[in-house]
Every structure is written in C-alpha cells, then in structure tokens.
Antibody
Framework: EVQLVETGGGLVQPGRSLKLSCVASGFTFSSYWMYWIRQAPGKGLEWVSS????????YYPDSVKGRFTISRDNAENTVYLQMNSLRSEDTATYYC????????????????WGPGTMVTVSS | ETVLTQSPTTTAASPGEKVTITCRAS?????MHWYQQKSGASPKLWIY???KLASGVPNRFSGSGSGTSYSLIISSIESEDAATYYC?????????FGSGTKLEIK
C-alpha cells in the first residue's frame, strides 16, 4: 500500500525558514518523480515544486522560485521542501504527491497524496 | 500561464440527477486531469488523460473534451459524490489547477 506522510509544518514568523519532509512507502520511491502541492485555507490547489527521480532536476513556479528548494534522499525514501524567506501568503497545507508515471514518467499528474502538513506564517 | 476556469463554482443536485462540471483553459491543452477532494481530506486522482477513470472510481463518472474545453460528467449522482472537484493541466508551464467546483447533494 502506497503511503506518503508529511511532517515539519508549524507556526513560523515571516522571513524565517522551515523544512518539510515526506516519507514514502509501498512503492519503489527512486523510480518516481515527486511533487509538493499546497492549499491555502479555504482555497484551491497550487503546484509548488517537482523533482525528478535522481534529484538532479527540480522545477518551481515563479511564486516560490529562489525561496523554496526541493530535494530527495532515495536511500531514506524521503522528499524534502526547504522553505526560506517565508511570507504570510505561504500559509497553507502542504501535500506531498507521487507521479503516476514511474519508469514511463513523468506524467505530471498525481496518483497518491499524503494527508498534508499545515504551515502557518504569522508574527 | 494557462488559466483553468471551472464552472459552476458550486452546484447542488439530487440523487439520480446528471451533473456536468466544465473546465475551460485559456489556451489549448492536450489532456485534462481531475481530482476529487472531500472535506478535510487530501485530493484523490479521479480522472486522468481526459477520460480514463482512476482505480476505484465508479463508472457513473466520465470525462471528455479537447482543446480548451473539458468536462467531468456524473450520470446519476449519489450522496457519496459530495466533494470539490479540481481540473489540472501540464501541457504548458507552469502546471495549473482550476479553482474547483463544489458539488452538494440535496
């Protein structure tokens, strides 16, 4: 059974940093692209970052580029999101998600999501 | 950026009724994917590649469309279908989601 479990969320002041983790199980982690997607309270979904299978290629939207860094440790089946210079508009539930593609990927859509971890940026 | 506009924003239907949710793209996309999100839960992949049902999705759901107009159709609503549905594309960068359609059951 595929499982994704995010940790690391919490309350942080504007301008500070936070690092999220997502531990994966139930599939061959090193074969899949992984993603972070966020959802502000009562709002829709926003793609935050993507990483390829070996961690050598990463992608971000303009809203977080230069502030957020995605990385992965295939030995630990874990993907990370380092968030720096946090702003109030980064307040959201952050989901870790798995690409459906595997060896055929990336497909750039998500067949499993974690339960999410809440990040609140406030003074 | 390809903006995805969903309509309606909210809709209510009685059990057994047919419901159509539309997702219009600001530029042509090759495929559309759909997610179902129930209150307090994480999203689930529901329809991928425009018309393929994800594992476990009832066959009263279907998807169709091309170019800039896509639809998620529920042929006969059941109470368990109450949720918010989001469309998503990656034909152009960046990957974007629609703003969601909340489906309520009367």
């Amino acid at each position: 059974e595929v499982q994704l479990v995010e940790t690391g969320g919490g309350l942080v002041q504007p301008g500070r940093s936070l690092k999220l983790s997502c531990v994966a199980s139930g599939f061959t982690f090193s074969s899949y692209w992984m993603y972070w997607i966020r959802q502000a309270p009562g709002k829709g979904l926003e793609w935050v970052s993507s990483i390829n299978t070996d961690g050598g290629s990463t992608y971000y939207p303009d809203s977080v580029k230069g502030r957020f860094t995605i990385s992965r440790d295939n030995a630990e089946n874990t993907v990370y999101l380092q968030m720096n210079s946090l702003r109030s508009e980064d307040t959201a539930t952050y989901y870790c998600a798995k690409d459906r593609g595997g060896n055929w990927g990336p497909y750039w859509y998500f067949d499993f999501w974690g339960p999410g971890t809440m990040v609140t940026v406030s003074s | 950026e390809t903006v995805l506009t969903q309509s309606p924003t909210t809709t209510a239907a009685s059990p057994g009724e047919k419901v159509t949710i539309t997702c219009r793209a600001s530029s042509s996309v090759s495929y559309m994917h759909w997610y179902q999100q129930k209150s307090g839960a994480s999203p689930k992949l529901w329809i991928y590649d425009t018309s393929k049902l994800a594992s476990g999705v009832p066959n009263r759901f279907s998807g169709s469309g091309s170019g800039t107009s896509y639809s998620l159709i529920i042929s006969s609503i059941e109470s368990e279908d109450a949720a918010t549905y989001y469309c998503q594309q990656k034909s152009s960068d960046p990957l974007t989601f629609g703003s969601g359609t909340k489906l309520e059951i009367k």
